[in-house]
């Protein structure tokens, strides 16, 4: 990821080395990102935000919640 994502959100980028989120819409999904790791899904995001922006603060907060609860924070 380029620096700059990196820097803004860094647990983000953090989980993308050893896991994936999937960023869009499916016909089946009631979110519009998800957060997967090699045991399945991490975090669900709404389904709608007014930004992009939003969306992935979210995502990014919500891996930094997951990652201390488990004791995985890097």
């Keep these: 990821m380029a620096p700059m994502v990196d820097a803004q ?16 819409y499916e016909y089946y999904a009631t979110s519009f990102i998800r957060v997967m790791d090699e045991g399945g ?3 669900e995001s709404e389904k709608e935000y007014e930004t992009i922006a939003d969306a992935l603060a979210d995502a990014d ?3 930094a919640a997951w990652a201390k609860a488990n004791g995985l924070f890097p």
Excluded: K
């Design 61 to 63: 907060a919500a891996i």
């Design 9 to 24: 959100y860094p647990n983000i980028s953090w989980l993308v080395q050893n896991g994936r989120i999937e960023i869009g």
């Design 41 to 43: 899904m991490i975090w």
